[in-house]
Nanobody
Framework: VQLQASGGGLVQAGGSLTLSCAAS????????VGWFRQAPGKGREFVAA????????YYEDSVRGRFTISKNSAENTVYLQMNSLKPDDAAVYYC???????????????WGQGTLVTVSS
């Protein structure tokens, strides 16, 4: 299954963006889909994840309350609604699937290409 992330762009601080991660095929219920981000000169950072089967959601502390991860099972797509964006949120955002919940990027084994989010102050 290939993952295709989209929806990035330029937004002013305080604005909103919605990222999409579309899978080319079925995502099995045992999988977890995560969003990570990587800013220039920094490591890949966990943002949010959702269990495909149960829909249980996880968030990194700095985005909880501002970002919402959701899924459309029929379309094999995961969304990341990002509100109240801050300059610190600027990064390339990646989606990935894994077999278990983890905030560590190495535990995810199938990655999409990134989509760039730029936040102007």
């Amino acid at each position: 299954v290939q993952l295709q992330a989209s929806g990035g762009g330029l937004v002013q601080a305080g604005g909103s963006l919605t990222l999409s991660c579309a899978a080319s095929g079925r995502i099995y219920s045992s999988k977890i889909v995560g969003w990570f981000r990587q800013a220039p000169g920094k490591g890949r950072e966990f943002v949010a994840a959702i269990r495909w089967g149960s829909g249980i959601r996880y968030y990194e502390d700095s985005v909880r309350g501002r970002f919402t991860i959701s899924k459309n099972s029929a379309e094999n797509t995961v969304y990341l609604q990002m509100n109240s964006l801050k300059p610190d949120d600027a990064a390339v955002y990646y989606c990935a699937t894994g077999n278990q919940y983890s905030t560590f990027h190495n535990d995810y084994n199938n990655w999409g290409q990134g989509t760039l989010v730029t936040v102007s102050s």
